[in-house]
C-alpha cells in the first residue's frame, strides 16, 4: 500500500506522541530533547521557539499535544507537518526500548 501524506502525517504524529509522553514521564529526557533541539536547529527559528516553548509545558504545540486533539484541531498558521517534522525526538526508539537483564 502506498503512503500518503495523511498516513505518514497520521506516523509522525504517534511518533511526536510518544515522545511527548516519555518526557512527560522522565526529566532526564526532557532535558535530552531540549539539548537536541539546541545543539540542532532547524532552518525556521519559528518552529523552533514553539518547540522550546513545548519543552516548557506551553504554548499551542503543548496544548495540543497535552490534550491529544485530532489533527484537524491544528489551528496555528504553520502547517502541523511542518511543526512536528522539526521534533526533538531522535532518539525516541532507544528511550521506550528498556534493557532487559539476561535472565528476562
Known amino acids: 500500500m502506498a503512503s500518503t501524506p495523511d ?3 497520521a506516523r509522525l504524529t504517534r ?7 516519555a ?6 529526557l526532557r532535558r535530552q530533547a531540549r539539548e537536541w ?5 532547524s532552518p525556521r527559528a519559528d518552529v ?17 499535544l497535552q490534550s491529544q486533539k485530532l489533527l484537524q484541531a491544528w489551528k496555528e498558521p504553520l502547517p502541523l507537518h511542518t511543526v512536528l517534522a522539526s521534533h526533538p525526538f531522535p532518539f525516541l526508539r532507544s528511550w521506550l526500548t528498556r534493557p532487559t537483564s539476561r535472565a528476562s
Open 23 to 28: 518526557i512527560q514521564e522522565d526529566p532526564a
Open 7 to 9: 498516513i505518514r502525517l
Open 48 to 64: 523552533d521557539q514553539l518547540w522550546l516553548a513545548c519543552l516548557d509545558d506551553t504554548g499551542p504545540l503543548a496544548d495540543w
Open 15 to 21: 511518533h511526536v506522541q510518544q515522545g511527548w509522553q
Open 37 to 41: 533541539l539546541v545543539t540542532h536547529p
